[in-house]
Structures are given as C-alpha cells and as structure tokens.
C-alpha cells in the first residue's frame, strides 16, 4: 500500500473568520484594512469602475450550448475538382468526401466562386453568381 492510497480520515474545516487575534484570521479577518473589498458584497465580475468584461464581449443570443454561428458555409469552386464527371454535388455528397462536416452540413453550404473547375459537375445547393458561370462553363448545371 502507497501513501497515496490511504483512505482520507480528516475533512478540512471552513476557516473561521474573526474569532480573535490569536486564530490568525482575526481583527480583519483576512480582507485588508478599508476599501470596498473590506466593508461589503461585490460581485465576482466587478472590474474597478470599468465596463465589465462580459459587456465587452459581443451578444450571443439562444440559450445553453445553442449558441453557434447559424451561417452557411463558405466553399471554393475548385474543392469540388475530387468529384468524378457528371456527379450530383449536394450536401450528403460533400460530407462523404470529407470537404465539409456533418456539423457544418447543418447549417447549409453555399459554394463561392474562388478558383477553377475543371469537371462538370451537377449542384444541388446554393451558388454565387460567379460560381454558377465557372460551373456553367465547365459543362455543368445548377440546379
């Protein structure tokens, strides 16, 4: 058997605050001498005077873990040159060959004009202006 194996047998007392100097935590019992630390209740988030830190940050409306971006994914055209001739692209399609993720498949995917295509694909999904022309001229459709 290890020292650090042993069952713990003693539970750490609450420290007894301004029970006399000789405690050690008497007179002021461990708050300083004044000031408003000293006399009464403040909140954790008190900053000084200054705008609190959470008010610094930007409002992240929804309630619990909700709170993700809700914005459709960006994707550029030439990350859509792994798919084979005549594919119907769409998001189940994009997740299977790892271009995106199931998590960002949720929210919706929007492809964006960046870069080349070289293979005429099928679309099924949301496209910009430019996108639409490069797949067009690639030989392929938007649907």
Known sequence: MQLNELPKLKKNSAKRLGRGLGSGKGKTAGRGQKGQ???G????SFSGGGLPL?????LNRG???NKVSRRPVGIGISRLNVFK???????????AAKIISKREAIFGVKILG?????VALIIKMPVSKSAESKITRAGGKVV
């Open 37 to 39: 630390k000293a006399r």
């Open 41 to 44: 209740k403040i909140p954790a």
């Open 54 to 58: 959470y008010k610094k940050l930007p």
């Open 63 to 65: 309630w619990g873990n």
């Open 85 to 95: 001739a005549n594919a119907a692209v769409d998001e189940a399609a994009m997740v």
């Open 114 to 118: 960046t870069g080349e295509l070289t």
